[in-house]
């Protein structure tokens, strides 16, 4: 069965960090498109940032970049996204997800950041 766990997620103070994890079973993140999404209360879900199968390019929103940095450990089929300077807008659940041609999601992890 594929699987895909995130964790990490919390309540942080404006300006603080947090490291999500999501930790896949069942496919390998080698052969995968990864990255992760966010959604906020009564928005759309918003692609963060993604780390492309084919060149390893990886790419951000705008409203992130500088702030949160993506990774990946393969040997560990986990993908990380840390997270610094965070903002109260970034209040979200945050989901990973593994994606050719059929997209895998983890179940979401819950970000708060107080103002």
């Known amino acids: 069965d594929v699987q895909l766990q995130a964790s990490g997620g919390g309540l942080v103070q404006a300006g603080g960090s947090l490291r999500l994890s999501c930790a896949a079973s069942g496919f390998s993140f080698d052969d995968y498109t990864i990255g992760w999404f966010r959604q906020a209360p009564g928005k759309a879900r918003e692609e963060i940032s993604c780390i492309s199968d084919s060149d390893g390019t990886i790419q951000y929103v705008d409203s992130v970049k500088g702030r949160f940095t993506i990774s990946s450990d393969n040997a560990k089929n986990t993908v990380y996204l840390q997270m610094n300077s965070l903002k109260p807008e970034d209040t979200a659940v945050y989901y990973c997800?593994?994606?050719?041609?059929?997209?895998?999601w983890g179940q979401g992890t819950l970000v708060t950041v107080s103002s």
């Open positions: 997800m593994g994606s050719r041609g059929i997209t895998y």
